[in-house]
């Protein structure tokens, strides 16, 4: 996200487009590729709209949407130090690293039913088998819920087919020749 700059925002698709990174080499700030050197373009949930337009009102397209409070690169070690640990520690969260908040969104988009291909684009990695690999536990659960889901759907039939009136064939409808007895 350190690398994210407003013309790749698009707050009426909700989508941020991931396609530069930035790290730090020898105290310098580098950007290139992002690691499997193809973009991505990642969901940005309703909630998160009004929060990324208010952050991104008077930028220009090439500015970066996350700077440090001097207007610069965001620096992995000093957010980390300056404002991500000590934002997780007041929440009770100490030891939580910005990595794991990609867990998190993966685990969130797989508990509301995501499809293993919407979780890998998500992610950005290279095939489903590896996000199945990487977050195969996130799905441990989907058994239970495919069960659920298809009790949910049985109860729904059983339910309109007693609702539904003339469900099936009318038998006073096909001639008396025609019936089979028997």
């Known amino acids: 996200m350190a690398a994210l700059r407003v013309r790749r925002v698009d707050l009426v698709k909700r989508r941020l487009l991931v396609a530069e990174s930035v790290t730090e080499v020898n105290g310098r700030a580098v950007f290139g590729t992002p690691k499997t050197h193809q973009r991505r373009s990642v969901p940005l949930p309703r909630f998160l709209v009004e929060p990324i337009a208010a952050q991104i009102a008077g930028r220009s397209g090439d500015e970066l949407v996350f700077t440090s409070p001097g ?3 965001l620096r992995n070690n000093n957010f980390r130090r300056r404002v991500f640990d000590r934002a997780a520690v007041s929440v009770g969260l100490a030891g939580l690293t910005p990595h794991q908040l990609r867990h998190t969104a993966a685990s969130l988009a797989v508990a ?10 998500m992610l950005g990695h290279a095939s489903a088998a590896m996000a199945l690999d990487v977050y195969a536990d996130l799905f441990e659960d ?3 819920q495919v069960a659920d889901r ?3 759907a049985a109860g729904r039939a059983a339910a309109d087919s007693v609702r539904t009136d003339c469900v099936g064939p009318d038998l006073d409808a096909i001639a008396p020749s025609r019936r089979q007895h028997g």
């Open 142 to 144: 989907d058994l239970d």
């Open 71 to 73: 207007g610069e690169v």
């Open 150 to 152: 298809l009790d949910r």
């Open 112 to 121: 509301e039913g995501a499809n293993v291909k919407a979780v890998q684009r």
